[in-house]
């Protein structure tokens, strides 16, 4: 992994890949990138920047690639919103 990160989403992609969304960094900051898991060849990448950063969110697969990024906090506020990913 290349960010260290707590609270995260992660979600399985239909590939076979898993992708994690979000979290805290080690500073207490909320994350609004994320990173891909390949299990193929044991390594990470950067993956799509979620628009808005959140942590201790839920997140579901979606389609082609994509997540469904639903509530968590952004470390002011508690979220009562969604977003999709990438």
Do not use: Q, Y
Not at 39 to 55: E, H, I, K, L, T
């Amino acid at each position: 992994m290349g960010t260290a990160r707590h609270s995260a989403a992660a979600v399985a992609l239909t590939d076979g890949r898993v992708l994690v969304l979000g979290g805290e960094d080690e500073l207490g900051n909320a994350l609004s990138c994320t990173e891909i898991f390949d299990p193929a060849d044991n390594s990470w990448s950067m993956g799509p920047d979620m628009g808005g950063a959140r942590f201790c969110a839920a997140a579901v697969s979606l389609p082609h690639g994509k997540a469904l990024v639903i509530g968590g906090h952004d470390g002011a506020n508690s979220l009562a919103s969604t977003l999709i990913c990438p």
